[in-house]
């Protein structure tokens, strides 16, 4: 009960000095050299200085100490906001930077990726172009080309050929180039 009765008394003594307030700034209204502008921490000051009179008046300390605290962290309440506020705008503005980095990174990705397809292609290419070389020879000449390329380039262009002329071309390769061939041929990945 007695915190209800100060709240109420509190609150009628914010509101008494609000209205004083009014009051003197309409009574010195009409001479501009009577009138004074305050800022938010002065108009604060003021106002916490006028409460501490009014409840002195009463003569309550522990409503003063009350009424006081509770300006007090009023006053800490205003500022952690804006201070929450400021982070928000803060973080948005990060978030619109990271946004933009993420838009760059990704154009570069598909770049590359485009780059390694058309690499990819023309690998693709070459080793048809060399397969139709190859399925022209004769199985001697064919095998001796065979042992001597790179074995990864040999077992794909022995992939892509007819069995027939592969088994045509292992005959005629050395029998432990052959083999080797023949086992990389069998774990090819198709």
Do not use: W
């Not at 500022?79 to 400021?86: Q, T």
């Not at 002329?165 to 083999?179: L, P």
């Amino acid at each position: 009960m007695k915190r209800v009765l100060a709240n109420v008394l509190i609150i009628l003594s914010i509101f008494a000095v609000s209205v004083c307030a009014v009051a003197k700034d309409e009574n010195g209204s009409n001479s501009n050299d009577g009138k004074r502008s305050y800022t938010e921490s002065e108009f604060h000051a003021a106002v916490v200085k006028e409460v501490n009179k009014r409840m002195i008046k009463l003569g309550r300390k522990e409503i003063v100490n009350f009424s006081r605290e509770l300006l007090e962290k009023e006053h800490k309440l205003s500022l952690r906001e804006m201070s929450i506020e400021k982070k928000k705008q803060e973080v948005s503005l990060s978030g619109k930077g990271l946004n933009k980095k993420i838009g760059k990174f990704q154009e570069r990705q598909s770049k590359l990726l485009a780059c390694l397809n058309e690499v990819d292609k023309k690998k693709k290419k070459r080793i048809q172009h060399m397969v139709d070389t190859i399925s022209g020879m004769r199985p001697n000449t064919a095998a001796e080309v065979l042992s001597v390329q790179d074995a990864e380039i040999s077992v794909q262009i022995l992939g892509l050929l007819d069995s027939a002329k592969v088994s045509k071309i292992f005959n005629q390769m050395d029998k432990e180039i052959s083999a080797r061939l023949q086992k990389q041929y069998m774990t090819m990945k198709k």
